[in-house]
């Protein structure tokens, strides 16, 4: 599926099984439209879902991503019908996934609002 925008790289002493590769976003107002990708496959995969990086350019968001630079694709809550399905989901699904996440984040760097339904955490409900 990914062709040859994405190579699979397998560690050789022990690391994790991972994809990696190239988007073009198709924003004029950025500086830099390449964006490399890393999809990991966690050890329990599929039961848990491939993670997705960028590994270049350098970004990082309070919104949507964990300080380690995972992006954070779905809320687990919503379910397999929306979000991981063991059954259905593959890296292919998180690598588009990513690529709207990326889309988003320039969204909300130009706006100030993040795209799509936000869940609210704690006591904060405005």
Known sequence: MFGSTFKLIVPERGGRLYWQGQVEINLSRIKERLHTL???????????PAEAYILRPSIYSKKHQYVDGQLCLFNPKDGEGYGWNPSRST???????????????????ATGTWPGVEETIGNDVS
């Open 38 to 48: 890393k999809i990991e496959y966690p050890d329990d995969y599929p039961s848990q």
């Open 91 to 109: 890296a292919v699904t998180v690598a588009s996934w990513a690529v709207q996440w990326i889309y988003a984040y320039y969204t909300w760097r």
